[in-house]
Structures are given as C-alpha cells and as structure tokens.
C-alpha cells in the first residue's frame, strides 16, 4: 500500500502568518491527493484537493501544491485565523484508487 | 439528507467482549471505509468495501470483522475486544467517480 508522511506534527503560528504542511508519498502511481481538516472532536472535513495533472490549486486563502517528480505536496494557508486551529491530514489514494491512505497529522494552533 | 450515522458514539467494553459498530449512509454511495484514529497516528484504513457483498482488508485489519449488509450499511465487529483497540473509529462512504470521502461523526470506543 500507500505510505504517507506528514510533517511537521505541530505547528504554532501568529494569527495573520503563513502556514505550511508537507507531505511526501512512496506509490508514483497515486494520482489524488486531498487535505482534511478536524477540528477538536469532530469529523475530518475535506478542504481541498488535487489531482496528479495539476501544479497548484487555490481556494481563497489555502492552496495546494504538488511536485510529482519528488513525489511530495503541500498545504499552504495565508493569513491565518483562529478559526484556523486544528489538525490537518494530507492523504494520498496509492495504486488502488479506491483506497485512501493518510498522513499522522499536523496540529496547527493560530495564536490571536 | 443526514450522510453518514454511525453507532454508538461512545462505548467501554471490557477485555474479550464483542461489540459491533454501525454505520449507514444515505447518499447510495458504492464505496464505504472503516478508519480508526489514534494520537499521532493519522487515520488508519481498516476494512474497506467497494460495493454491496465485497470487502478488502486496510492496513489495520487484525481483530475486526466486517459485514457489507447492503449497499447502505456497512458494519464492524470486534469478536473479543483487547485494550489496543481503544480508540476512535471513523465510518466514511464515497460516492461512484467521486474523490470526496464523507465522515461520520466517530465511535469513542474504550476497552478496560
């Protein structure tokens, strides 16, 4: 299967600084890569995602990156609130698309 | 519309009991997962099913069952719970081409 790696697994910023996450996944036949954000206590909720033929995808203030080369991609959230606080999940689908394999996790904490 | 509903959300079983958790979504979806969730580990796939009357182990499935009832229900059984089971346990579906995966809202399960 799929192996995800996730990094780092807490991160504090200043409310209105950037925010980074990384992952990086062993299987060069993955081709969707979404990001999952859990607030304390409740379910993962899809943020943003994308597939293998894109570089870069933006939604407002997050965007996502992705080298397939390294075989690593990217969370990136500007300006952050803290609404923003959370942990993060990248994940990755590996050879069998149906599956979805995920990272540890990122805790970001946005400090007001 | 109510997504996924899973059941119990909380549960304390002791060393050896059985136990099964529910899971049912509403959006005739095809595919269905079990996740667990522990501190610093990311969600971990545990059973799988791509449609009705098929499943497919995850990467965690040692001591659970599971039953595709329908295209609807999706369960997992513990036969004889052991305290490294302790832990959150996440139903989610996806629907046919569809990337997204829907969560439920998570089983607290604790075995003394």
């Known amino acids: 299967g799929e192996n995800v790696e996730q990094h780092p697994s807490t991160l504090s910023v200043q409310e209105g600084d950037s925010a980074v996450i990384k992952c990086t996944y062993s299987?060069?036949?993955?081709?969707?890569f979404p990001w999952y954000k859990q607030e304390l206590g409740k379910r993962p909720q899809l943020i943003i995602d994308i597939r293998s033929n894109v570089g870069e995808k933006k939604d407002q203030r997050i965007a996502v990156t992705l080298n397939k080369t390294a075989k690593h991609f990217s969370l990136h959230i500007t300006e952050t609130q803290p609404e923003d606080s959370a942990v993060y999940f990248c994940a990755a689908t590996g050879g069998d698309f149906n599956k979805f394999y995920f990272g540890s996790g990122t805790k970001l904490n946005v400090k007001p | 519309n109510a997504g996924v509903t899973q059941t119990p959300k909380f549960q304390v079983l002791k060393t050896g009991q059985s136990m099964t958790l529910q899971c049912a979504q509403d959006?005739?979806?095809?595919?269905m997962y079990w996740y667990r969730q522990d501190p610093g580990m990311g969600l971990r796939l545990i059973y799988y099913?791509?449609?009705?009357?098929?499943?497919d182990k995850g990467e965690v499935p040692n001591g659970y069952n599971v039953s595709r009832l329908n295209k609807r229900e999706f369960s997992l059984r513990l036969e004889s719970a052991a305290p490294s089971q302790t832990s959150v346990y996440f139903c989610?579906?996806?629907?046919?081409?569809?990337?997204?995966?829907?969560f439920g809202e998570g089983s607290w399960l604790t075995v003394v």
């Open positions: 299987d060069s036949a993955s081709n969707y």
């Open positions: 959006m005739n979806h095809n595919s």
């Open positions: 989610a579906s996806r629907g046919p081409g569809g990337n997204t995966i829907y």
């Open positions: 099913s791509a449609s009705e009357g098929t499943t």
